[in-house]
């Protein structure tokens, strides 16, 4: 599976962006797609997924209430609307996709494709 992200950019305080992954080389079909976040000098962080087949997404406290993951299933793309964004959310963001099971599905090192990153930045 190949993924593409994109949407980022430079946004103010309060302000949203939609991020996007389409995938290709196969479906997301069978796997869990995410997407995690890493600012300068922190490790990489869960900010959400969704078992791609069903189920209810799942939200690191951080951004609940805020940022909502979606999927489209003809065009086989994630999606992952941010709103209220704050200074503290910049950073380089994600997607993945991952064979994971439910203790697991929030650790980036149990997912096997990435995106290449796309970097938002939010000035206050």
């Known amino acids: 599976v190949q993924l593409q992200a994109s949407g980022g950019g430079l946004v103010q305080a309060g302000g949203s962006l939609r991020l996007s992954c389409a995938a290709s080389?196969?479906?997301?079909?069978?796997?869990?797609v995410g997407w995690f976040r890493q600012a300068p000098g922190e490790e990489r962080e869960f900010v959400a997924y969704?078992?791609?087949?069903?189920?209810?997404?799942v939200y690191a406290d951080s951004v609940k209430g805020r940022f909502t993951i979606s999927k489209d299933f003809a065009k086989n793309t994630l999606y992952l609307q941010m709103n209220t964004l704050k200074p503290e959310d910049t950073a380089a963001y994600y997607c993945?996709?991952?064979?994971?099971?439910?203790?697991?599905?929030?650790?980036?090192?149990?997912?096997?494709?990435w995106g290449q990153g796309t970097l938002v930045t939010v000035s206050s």
């Open positions: 993945a996709a991952g064979r994971t099971i439910a203790t697991t599905s929030q650790n980036f090192r149990y997912y096997d494709y």
């Open positions: 080389g196969r479906t997301f079909s069978g796997y869990t």
């Open positions: 969704v078992r791609w087949s069903g189920g209810s997404p």
